[in-house]
């Protein structure tokens, strides 16, 4: 074990850059990667002294994590140690016996022999080996429109259309891939015959000719790629093919994903540095206080740098590809990752990732209360049902969906349409604009993080696809307390047959209290207004959706939901909307504007502490996701403006519980 002393020391680690350079040409295993990060972090231009005049110098500290069985061995450089790169530190006993070392035989490319036999290697066991990944999770087995023909040995590769020509076997894989603004061949109506007869390799972008290459090393006979295989100038072949993603992701037996590539011109393949693929060899401990024991280093972040350092995962169609697909090949800068229903893996850990390394598999999969993946969503032990688990699962995905981008932004509900009807076949529920009717309160308290609105309409504003940006949301909680009642919600889809797409308008309308307050600005909070109406010790700050939408200081509190993990751990605090009048509107029509995360007690000090609406009494136990019984018709008709909503304004008052709509 290692010692509190030690724990709490800033030990020097070396002098200068040059010596850390010099340590690593030596072979040491933490000063090549250290010299690594300082390239891949400073900027050349940042220094004009050069980057040795920003690195002078470096030191190391340890410190235990919070409970865990492991320690965080930092090392800081700089003058003011602006820069740093920890590890993870495990000692002998607790990791068990080191992994083989593979990087000597690595090749100097991400496409070299062995990195594409390691490939087939991972592909060849998952095939053999592993039950959920062979098992299919979507709802029908069907095969593409069109898929592009592989045989091995051609220079060319043929456009079949999947109902026109005997498909001799159904295993074909898919290209995940960056356009970029570069010009690449795309099939549009007029070369559609010709690329039936045949497309030469010497037409196609490199990251097609490589993806091409890695099937044919599979002896997979077929690929779909997005640009080749949908008619690019028609909007109803797009129509079509964009809302069947869930069958051809799905059904593929590969997903190649061009991981690093910013445009399909840059291909698969990367150099690399062989000797960042070696693991850390067994350390025998010299500090100061600790047992002399064996000590391994890992970079518990070598996945999540991997991935995400690229451009690939950054595009929102992206991410439903990724999760539907049974397993991805990521060509990442440096080397491959595996990914698949039951392993993750990487060149440098081959047989799967440590649990020292950090790691968030995706990838949709049965739903089961023995699964290791699922353990960590245990409340106060008890399992959560398996429909719990399914809704944590989808705001993890629209989480991270959240932080990509679309080159179209009228795309967002479009590009995880397919994860919307993957989750809505674990259980009978309905997808209204992003959130789930059954959960539709807890669904409604999202926040921006500096979120805008699009120009043109896209969903109703309390929808989290109404706004382009990072939000967060809460996971399932249980004994939630409501405050709201929700009577009805609707949406109008575009297409008459996919009602998980775009969609035209919506509104939901409810049953509440609505508490009139003024928005304030403190320089201490920066951009997040405080609402007014509370007494002088405590600051309420608000987190605005975007800041054109706040028309005017006035605001609606609509309180949401308090959050309980049983009768004796209430919060004491409650979620919030902040809504403000509809225009052109009569009483009682609003919009969303933002989110607040209020103390209990505001409700007493706004409406008088014997006001009959306080907090404490104003629970609903039922209907706060909305009925589903009339649900299916709701998603179906009326929109917007054009919906005859039914408000009667007797029962509705500022201050007092009544009934609202929200657009």
């Not at 051809?248 to 990367?270: D, P, Q």
Request: glycine content about 6%.
């Amino acid at each position: 074990m290692l010692s509190d002393s030690l724990r709490r020391k800033t030990n020097p680690h070396h002098s200068s850059l040059q010596s850390i350079i010099d340590a690593s040409a030596s072979g040491c295993w933490v000063c090549h990667r250290l010299l690594a990060y300082i390239s891949r972090k400073i900027d050349v231009d940042d220094a004009p002294g050069g980057i040795s005049s920003l690195i002078k110098s470096s030191t190391w500290h340890l410190c235990r994590q919070p409970y865990q069985k492991s320690w965080r061995l930092t090392f800081r450089f700089g003058d003011d140690n602006d820069y740093f790169h920890s590890f993870t530190v495990i000692s002998r006993d607790e990791y068990g016996g080191p992994d083989t070392n593979h990087a000597s035989i690595a090749g100097d490319s991400t496409m070299s022999d062995a990195a594409l036999a390691q490939a087939s290697k991972w592909y060849r066991e998952c095939l053999l080996k592993h039950t959920t990944c062979n098992t299919s999770l979507v709802s029908k087995r069907l095969m593409p429109t069109r898929l592009l023909r592989i045989d091995e040995g051609e220079k060319y590769v043929r456009l079949v259309v999947t109902k026109e020509d005997i498909v001799q076997d159904s295993h074909f894989s898919t290209l995940s891939h960056c356009w970029g603004n570069s010009n690449v061949l795309k099939l549009t109506i007029s070369n559609l015959e010709s690329f039936k007869a045949g497309i030469s390799l010497e037409r196609l972008p490199k990251t097609f000719i490589e993806a091409i290459f890695v099937a044919r090393k599979l002896s997979i006979p077929y690929i779909w790629i997005d640009s080749l295989c949908i008619i690019q100038d028609s909007d109803d072949d797009w129509q079509t093919e964009s809302v069947s993603m869930e069958d051809v992701y799905g059904n593929s037996i590969l997903n190649v994903m061009a991981t690093a590539s910013k445009n399909s011109h840059e291909g698969l393949s990367r150099p690399r540095d062989p000797r960042m693929l070696e693991i850390c060899p067994a350390i025998q401990s010299r500090w100061e206080d600790a047992e002399n024991d064996l000590f391994y280093l890992f970079n518990e972040e070598i996945w999540s740098e991997r991935l995400y350092s690229g451009p690939l995962l950054k595009r929102g169609w992206v991410l439903q590809e990724c999760v539907l697909s049974p397993r991805s090949l990521h060509f990442c800068d440096g080397e491959l990752l595996w990914e698949c229903r039951e392993m993750a893996s990487c060149e440098t850990y081959p047989a799967g990732l440590p649990e020292a390394c950090e790691q968030e598999n995706f990838k949709i999969r049965p739903l089961s209360s023995s699964d290791l993946y699922e353990r960590m969503y245990l409340i106060d032990g008890a399992q959560k049902t398996m429909e719990g688990i399914a809704y944590d699962r989808w705001v993890r995905w629209i989480t991270l969906y959240s932080k990509t981008y679309l080159t179209r932004d009228s795309d967002k509900l479009a590009a995880v349409s397919a994860l919307a009807k993957c989750t809505r076949a674990v259980f009978d529920d309905v997808y209204v604009a992003g959130l789930w009717r059954s959960i539709f309160a807890e669904q409604l308290v999202w926040r921006g993080l500096s979120t805008s609105r699009p120009k043109h309409y896209r969903a109703p504003t309390w929808s989290w696809t109404s706004v382009d940006g990072p939000f967060l949301t809460s996971s399932i909680r249980p004994n939630t307390k409501y405050h709201i009642e929700i009577d009805e919600v609707r949406v109008t889809p575009v297409s008459s047959v996919d009602d998980t797409g775009s969609i035209s308008d919506g509104y939901f309308r409810a049953w509440g209290l609505l508490i009139c307050d003024t928005l304030v600005n403190d320089q201490r909070y920066g951009k997040y207004p405080l609402l007014a109406g509370k007494d002088k010790h405590t600051n309420i700050i608000t987190y605005l959706d975007a800041p054109g939408d706040l028309c005017r200081d006035r605001v609606i509190v609509l309180p949401i939901l308090t959050n309980s993990d049983g009768p004796d751990h209430e919060d004491n605090w409650f979620h919030a909307l902040l809504v403000q009048e509809r225009a052109m509107s009569p009483n009682g029509f609003y919009t969303r504007i933002g989110y607040a995360y209020v103390v209990n007690d505001y409700v007493e000090y706004k409406l008088g502490l014997d006001h009959p609406q306080s907090l404490s009494k104003l629970k609903f136990p039922g209907n706060h996701g909305g009925s589903n019984s009339q649900s299916n018709k709701s998603t179906q008709d009326g929109g917007g403006a054009d919906f005859d909503v039914e408000l009667d304004e007797s029962v509705y008052l500022e201050g007092s519980l009544g009934s609202f709509v929200v657009y």
